[in-house]
């Protein structure tokens, strides 16, 4: 529960730290200020935090469909 409780503050608040870039964006109708580099670099980051969790879910994903498939098939 902590561990689960720990993930989902540290997403929210990785969400919530684009907030006041995204307001600033939009009253200012400016993005001079912005760093490229630092956002591409962002998104691979959060790409390769993508394809990490469907890796390491994933595998336990394809478990529980084949154990819920030979509970289908064998009754």
């Known amino acids: 529960m902590l561990i689960q409780l720990l993930g989902l503050s540290a997403g929210g608040l990785v969400i919530i730290a684009s907030l006041p870039q995204i307001l600033k964006i939009?009253?200012?109708?400016s993005t001079k200020d912005i760093s490229l580099p630092m956002y591409i670099i962002q998104i691979i980051g959060i790409i390769l935090w993508v394809i990490f969790g469907f890796i390491t879910n994933g595998i336990f994903l394809m478990l529980?469909?084949?154990?819920?498939?030979?509970?289908?098939?064998?009754?």
């Open 26 to 29: 939009i009253q200012t109708q």
């Open 64 to 75: 529980n469909l084949f154990i819920l498939y030979l509970k289908l098939k064998h009754g």
